[in-house]
């Protein structure tokens, strides 16, 4: 703290600022102690406004009700008998009692507020008296005591709202004389804050002025060195010839000098990030020949997946053909040892071939060779045929399999790539659905008709399903235990979906089972007549 305020006596800038600081703080600091004590007893007055005569005013209004509550309630019941009627009177009635006694302390020590007060509570006693008589003889007209022309006759010769209205016309007489001491504290209370207001702004202007005139006086003297050095900062972002540095003996002395030094240093770094500019556009040159290259090795790896996996799928169709020819022909004696041998290599051979179906799609997809045949058909029978498809892959696992189709609108698609999609998911459902259901339901959404397949397996975290759709991506369950094929089923699917106008989403928490949909775009003369 004392080395900063070294530093500013030293600053010649610096102490002229804060001499005119002193200055305009002198000058508000006087016009804040007179306005605080203003303030002081203007707050005193708005307290006591807002602790007695306020508070007054919204009991004598809330009497005011209670009276009308309580007149209302008694005429309900007396011309009824209903007994919610009675109940609200006697709620009134406690209320009443309370807040006129809370309103006889309070205007203890003014005479006539007590007077006025202590006659509206007789009035409403010698009320409650007469309403108690009348209670009764209600009462006993219902219970068939006595008729309701002897309660109408007792009734008229009572006094009871002569006595009420007494009460009413000194609580009105209070509420008057509460508003007229509320109004006239509010009159003292705005007078007394537009002194206060009237201080402050004076206050305020004056050392407007004072700081005005300072700073003009400072100014003129700062901001001519200040346009100096900006010259020279406009010079130096022209790449023009550097100005020389300002001769004043202050501290904008020594930061024109500090900036010449400074734009020196920097001409030095613009020809050096010049040169690296040049380099990095040489690099991004090689990488973009690199990134070609890259394309056109992609290009051919596609080819030769394509290529390969048909190449290889002649071989395979006949490896599981001549299986099936000696597992089902009658005239070939197989040991049993060669019979499983067979078994084993039809299912090897066929869980090859669907791993090769899905890379020769990929492989279609990424080169763009993918075709599709857009049709115009309603999806329900497809969504069955899938379902039957897939039932043996349950095998003897407790899991039932419903289907429902809630909508029959017409779809545009490939009917084959949808039914492709269809048996990967509900092939995947029943893979990862040991025991529970596998729920299929048809049903519209919008310009969309979606396929929901919904299993009770172990569910899918929030980590897998990020990177669910990418390429050999597999899911693994709760044992860490891998399930078979390429991690390439979703992935195509949601391509296929997605090249015919539609998608596959999923929704799942693990535990809980997950829910694929496949959005179909519907047909347009269906979306004309929704």
Not at 97 to 122: D, G
Not at 174 to 189: G, I, K, T, W
Not at 356 to 367: C, F, G
Request: hydrophobic share 45%.
């Amino acid at each position: 703290m004392t080395r900063s305020l070294t530093t500013i006596l030293r600053s010649k800038i610096l102490r002229r600022i804060l001499s005119g600081f002193v200055m305009v703080a002198a000058i508000l600091s006087l016009g804040l102690v007179i306005t605080n004590a203003q303030f002081e007893s203007l707050n005193q007055r708005f307290k006591s406004l807002l602790e007695l005569d306020v508070a007054l005013v919204e009991e004598t209004e809330r009497l005011q009700r209670l009276v009308s509550t309580l007149q209302s309630n008694k005429r309900g019941y007396m011309l009824t008998g209903d007994q919610d009627f009675l109940t609200r009177y006697w709620g009134a009635a406690r209320a009443i009692e309370v807040h006129s006694a809370r309103v006889t302390r309070v205007t203890a020590s003014r005479p006539e507020e007590q007077r006025l007060m202590l006659t509206f509570r007789a009035a409403v006693e010698r009320y409650f008296a007469f309403s108690t008589e009348d209670i009764a003889v209600r009462a006993a007209v219902d219970r068939g005591e006595r008729t309701v022309a002897e309660m109408t006759q007792m009734m008229a010769t009572r006094r009871g709202s002569q006595v009420i209205g007494v009460g009413e016309h000194a609580l009105d007489a209070l509420h008057d004389v509460e508003m007229r001491l509320v109004e006239e504290q509010r009159h003292r209370v705005i007078e007394a804050s537009v002194g206060s207001r009237r201080i402050a702004v004076a206050s305020m202007v004056l050392g407007l002025l004072v700081a005005v005139i300072y700073g003009l006086r400072v100014s003129r003297d700062i901001g001519g060195a200040l346009a100096d050095l900006q010259l020279a900062i406009g010079a130096m972002a022209r790449r023009e010839e550097l100005r020389p540095p300002l001769g004043r003996d202050d501290e904008i002395g020594e930061v024109s000098r500090s900036f010449h030094a400074m734009g020196r240093q920097l001409q030095r770094y613009a020809a050096e990030l010049g040169e690296r500019v040049r380099e990095q556009e040489r690099t991004l040159g090689e990488l973009r020949e690199a990134n070609d290259a890259l394309g056109r090795a992609m290009r051919v790896k596609s080819d030769f997946l394509a290529t390969m996996s048909h190449e290889l799928r002649t071989p395979l169709n006949a490896v599981i053909g001549l299986s099936d020819f000696l597992l089902g022909s009658p005239s070939e004696q197989l040991s049993q040892r060669a019979r499983e041998a067979l078994v084993t290599m039809r299912g090897s051979g066929s869980h090859l071939l669907a791993l090769l179906d899905d890379i020769l799609d990929l492989a279609k997809i990424d080169a763009g060779k993918m075709s599709y045949q857009l049709e115009t058909f309603a999806p329900g029978a497809l969504v069955r045929a899938c379902v039957a498809t897939a039932m043996p892959l349950l095998g003897d696992k407790p899991v039932d399999v419903a289907c429902e189709v809630a909508d029959a609108s017409r779809v545009i698609a490939d009917p084959q790539r949808v039914r492709q999609v269809l048996l990967n998911l509900l092939s995947n459902a029943v893979k990862f659905t040991d025991r529970g259901e596998v729920r299929v339901r048809v049903e519209r959404e919008g310009d969309a008709v979606v396929v929901r397949i919904a299993d009770t397996g172990m569910g899918i975290s929030h980590q897998d399903q990020s990177a669910l759709f990418e390429d050999f991506h597999q899911v693994r369950s709760g044992d860490a235990r891998p399930y078979g094929g390429t991690g390439l089923g979703l992935a195509l699917s949601r391509r296929m979906a997605r090249a015919m106008g539609g998608d596959v989403t999923v929704e799942s928490e693990p535990g809980r089972g997950s829910t694929f949909s496949l959005h179909v775009t519907r047909a347009p003369e269906e979306a004309d007549h929704a």
